[in-house]
């Protein structure tokens, strides 16, 4: 019985470490170019290079038109690397 008992604690905490071995590799191996590929499903390098610039007051509609092509792809996504100016508030 002792060794069922522990039998299953073994495989209980072998389990907990597996995942919490995953999860961290999973938040610390990120990275743009992990995001990237992630999102787009293909290797962004190999993607076209397209620049366009916005005003400020236009990047709340930039936000809502990728957050609705993400959705209608069905994809998961999160802002990665950009955050308003203390100065954009006045603009809003």
Same mark, same amino acid.
């Given at each position: 019985m002792k060794e069922l008992l522990f039998l299953f604690?073994?495989?209980?905490?072998?389990?907990?470490?597996?995942f919490a071995w995953r999860k961290l590799r999973f938040l610390l191996g990120r990275t743009l170019y992990g995001e990237l590929k992630s999102f787009f499903k293909t290797d962004?390098?190999? @993607? %076209?290079?397209v620049s366009r610039s916005f005003m400020a007051i236009d990047?709340?509609?930039?936000?809502?038109?990728?957050?609705?092509?993400a959705q209608e792809r069905a994809t998961n996504f999160r802002t990665v690397g950009y955050s @308003? %100016?203390?100065?954009s508030e006045e603009y809003f």
């Open positions: 604690v073994g495989l209980v905490l072998g389990l907990a470490l597996t962004p390098r190999q @993607l %076209p290079i990047l709340p509609n930039l936000h809502i038109a990728i957050t609705e092509y @308003l %100016p203390s100065w």
